[in-house]
């Protein structure tokens, strides 16, 4: 079974910087889909960034030009390199993955592995 943790969440102040981690274990297909996503309260699960097996990434415009996603496949290990942060920016992030051959969707309820979260708050 897929198994992923996140780590890197903390409290900054705007207009600094955080990276995210993700461990993933347990995935053995090729072809995949990896992503963050981000839960402020409320029901709403906002896809932050995506990635496929390729490199190919997707964001959303809210952080386009300050996150970064990546991955490193020899670690197991997706990142997210979040600068210029904002209040609005406030949330649990979680890192989601499946398998998948193609381009990723930026939607929540398409994924079905996910880790447990962690929490980055950005105060002004």
């Known amino acids: 079974q897929v198994q992923l943790v996140e780590s890197g969440g903390g409290s900054v102040q705007a207009g600094e910087s955080l990276r995210l981690s993700c461990v993933a274990s347990?995935?053995?297909?090729?072809?995949?889909?990896m992503g963050w996503f981000r839960q402020a309260p409320g029901p709403e699960r906002e896809g932050v960034a995506v990635i496929d097996s390729d490199g190919s990434t997707n964001y959303a415009d809210s952080v386009k030009g300050r996150f970064t996603i990546s991955q490193d496949n020899a670690k197991n290990t997706l990142y997210l390199q979040m600068n210029s942060l904002k209040p609005e920016d406030t949330a649990m992030y979680y890192c989601?993955?499946?398998?998948?051959?193609?381009?990723?969707?930026?939607?929540?309820?398409?994924?079905?592995?996910w880790g447990q979260g962690t929490q980055v708050t950005v105060s002004s």
């Open positions: 347990g995935y053995t297909s090729s072809s995949y889909c």
């Open positions: 989601a993955a499946e398998a998948w051959s193609g381009s990723c969707p930026r939607r929540a309820e398409w994924y079905n592995y």
